[in-house]
C-alpha cells in the first residue's frame, strides 16, 4: 500500500517543526488546469448579499411561468376558492369572473354551446312538425312513458351456462321482487346466489334513480307530509295477470319483475394438466341475466285493457251467416 500526500502541506508542516518561532505563509493559489482556462472570470462581478433588499427585489421580479386558470363559461360557486391572488397585486380580482355573463362575447360562447347549429335547427323543426301532425296529442306510447316507471337492469357476466341460468330466470318472471329474493334465498343453485345479489342492486337502482316503490314511505306520511292531512288508505286490488293467475295488490307502487331474461357471453379458458405432460383447454361459459322491474299498477292497467277487449268480443256463433263460395254441380268427394 502506498499512501498518497500532497507535498505542499507536508513542506509547510516540516518547516513550522524545525524553525517553530516563525511561520511561513506559503500562498495557496488556485492550480490552474484544463477546466479553469475556459471559467469565466467573477473578479469584476458583484456578487448581492442574499439578504439583502437589492437581492430579495431581483427575485420577485423573475418571470414566472404561465399559469392556466380554470375558467368556464357560467358562474360557480366555486370560484372565489379558485381565485389564486398574483404576486404583484394579491387583491387584485381576476377578469374572467369580473365580466358578467351578460357582458360577454357570444361569439366565443357559441363554439362551446352550440358547436352544430345546423342540426340543432333540424332538431327543433323535426320537433315541431311531431307536434303539428297529432295536433298536440301524444301517442299511447309516450303516455305511458311519461305516466309509468320501469327500469331495467344487466348483471355482469357470471361463469356459468345459460342451460343453468335460464331456470331460475323463468323461477322469478312475474313475481314481486321481496318474493323472488326469497326464491333465490332459498334455492339450492349455486347461480342463484349471483342472481339475488344482482336482483337486490337493481331493486336499490330502481329507487333511487327511478323513484320506484315509494307509495308505500308517501302513505305513511300522510301524501306530501303536510301537516293535518289525512293519510292515504291502502285498498287491495284483485285482479289476473297474463297467465290467469288471481292476485291481489294492496300497494300499486311496490314493484315487480316484468321480464327476466338470460345472454350468452364469451367463453373463458382454464388448463388441465393431465398425464405425461398432457393439457386439455377447459371452456367455461359465461352468463348474464337481466330484469326489467315495473310497477303493480302497471300490471293492472294491462288486466283492465284485457277485460274490456274481452268484453267486446262478439259473441261465437256455431253457423255464421256468409255467404256460399266454391259450389260446384258434382259432388267434390
Same mark, same amino acid.
Given at each position: 500500500?502506498?499512501?498518497?500526500?500532497?507535498?505542499?502541506?507536508?513542506?509547510?508542516?516540516?518547516?513550522?517543526?524545525?524553525?517553530?518561532?516563525?511561520?511561513?505563509?506559503? %500562498?495557496?493559489?488556485?492550480?490552474?488546469?484544463?477546466?479553469?482556462?475556459?471559467?469565466?472570470?467573477?473578479?469584476?462581478?458583484?456578487?448581492?448579499?442574499?439578504?439583502?433588499?437589492?437581492?430579495?427585489?431581483?427575485?420577485?421580479?423573475?418571470?414566472?411561468?404561465?399559469?392556466?386558470?380554470?375558467?368556464?363559461?357560467?358562474?360557480?360557486?366555486?370560484?372565489?376558492?379558485?381565485?389564486?391572488?398574483?404576486?404583484?397585486?394579491?387583491?387584485?380580482?381576476?377578469?374572467?369572473?369580473?365580466?358578467?355573463?351578460?357582458?360577454?362575447?357570444?361569439?366565443?360562447?357559441?363554439?362551446?354551446?352550440?358547436?352544430?347549429?345546423?342540426?340543432?335547427?333540424?332538431?327543433?323543426?323535426?320537433?315541431?312538425?311531431?307536434?303539428?301532425?297529432?295536433?298536440?296529442?301524444?301517442?299511447?306510447?309516450?303516455?305511458?312513458?311519461?305516466?309509468?316507471?320501469?327500469?331495467?337492469?344487466?348483471?355482469?357476466?357470471?361463469?356459468?351456462?345459460?342451460?343453468?341460468?335460464?331456470?331460475?330466470?323463468?323461477?322469478?318472471?312475474?313475481?314481486?321482487?321481496?318474493?323472488?329474493?326469497?326464491?333465490?334465498?332459498?334455492?339450492?343453485?349455486?347461480?342463484?346466489?349471483?342472481?339475488?345479489?344482482?336482483?337486490?342492486?337493481?331493486?336499490?337502482?330502481?329507487?333511487?334513480?327511478?323513484?320506484?316503490?315509494?307509495?308505500?314511505?308517501?302513505?305513511?306520511?300522510?301524501?306530501?307530509?303536510?301537516?293535518?292531512?289525512?293519510?292515504?288508505?291502502?285498498?287491495?286490488?284483485?285482479?289476473?295477470?297474463?297467465?290467469?293467475?288471481?292476485?291481489?295488490?294492496?300497494?300499486?307502487?311496490?314493484?315487480?319483475?316484468?321480464?327476466?331474461?338470460?345472454?350468452?357471453?364469451?367463453?373463458?379458458?382454464?388448463?388441465?394438466?393431465?398425464?405425461?405432460?398432457?393439457?386439455?383447454?377447459?371452456?367455461?361459459?359465461?352468463?348474464?341475466?337481466?330484469?326489467?322491474?315495473?310497477?303493480?299498477?302497471?300490471?293492472?292497467?294491462?288486466?283492465?285493457?284485457?277485460?274490456?277487449?274481452?268484453?267486446?268480443?262478439? %259473441?261465437?256463433?256455431?253457423? %255464421?251467416?256468409?255467404?256460399?263460395?266454391?259450389?260446384?254441380?258434382?259432388?267434390?268427394?
Amino acid at each position: 500500500m502506498s499512501l498518497h500526500l500532497p507535498l505542499r502541506p507536508l513542506a509547510r508542516s516540516s518547516r513550522t517543526l524545525l524553525h517553530p518561532h516563525r511561520q511561513i505563509l506559503i %500562498p495557496l493559489n488556485p492550480r490552474r488546469t484544463l477546466f479553469n482556462i475556459f471559467k469565466k472570470r467573477t473578479e469584476g462581478r458583484q456578487i448581492l448579499d442574499p439578504l439583502s433588499e437589492d437581492f430579495l427585489t431581483k427575485k420577485n421580479h423573475a418571470k414566472l411561468p404561465p399559469q392556466q386558470t380554470p375558467g368556464s363559461l357560467t358562474s360557480s360557486i366555486f370560484d372565489e376558492d379558485n381565485q389564486k391572488p398574483s404576486p404583484t397585486s394579491p387583491t387584485a380580482p381576476s377578469d374572467r369572473t369580473s365580466i358578467p355573463l351578460s357582458q360577454r362575447d357570444k361569439a366565443l360562447m357559441t363554439s362551446a354551446l352550440d358547436p352544430n347549429p345546423k342540426a340543432r335547427i333540424r332538431w327543433e323543426r323535426k320537433m315541431v312538425i311531431r307536434n303539428i301532425q297529432r295536433r298536440g296529442r301524444i301517442s299511447k306510447a309516450v303516455k305511458l312513458a311519461r305516466t309509468e316507471r320501469q327500469h331495467l337492469s344487466k348483471s355482469p357476466f357470471f361463469t356459468t351456462s345459460v342451460k343453468k341460468m335460464v331456470p331460475l330466470a323463468r323461477q322469478i318472471a312475474g313475481k314481486s321482487v321481496e318474493d323472488a329474493l326469497v326464491q333465490m334465498r332459498f334455492s339450492k343453485k349455486r347461480a342463484a346466489r349471483a342472481v339475488m345479489k344482482h336482483l337486490r342492486l337493481a331493486r336499490d337502482e330502481a329507487v333511487v334513480a327511478r323513484g320506484m316503490g315509494l307509495g308505500s314511505v308517501k302513505a305513511e306520511d300522510g301524501g306530501e307530509g303536510k301537516e293535518g292531512e289525512a293519510e292515504r288508505k291502502v285498498e287491495n286490488v284483485t285482479f289476473r295477470d297474463k297467465k290467469g293467475k288471481s292476485r291481489t295488490v294492496g300497494d300499486r307502487s311496490a314493484m315487480y319483475i316484468d321480464q327476466a331474461w338470460v345472454g350468452r357471453g364469451s367463453y373463458g379458458s382454464t388448463p388441465e394438466f393431465r398425464a405425461r405432460g398432457r393439457t386439455n383447454i377447459l371452456k367455461n361459459p359465461q352468463t348474464s341475466i337481466s330484469f326489467l322491474l315495473k310497477e303493480e299498477h302497471t300490471r293492472i292497467r294491462q288486466a283492465k285493457e284485457r277485460e274490456e277487449k274481452r268484453a267486446k268480443r262478439k %259473441p261465437w256463433v256455431h253457423h %255464421p251467416d256468409r255467404p256460399i263460395t266454391a259450389q260446384k254441380q258434382y259432388v267434390l268427394w
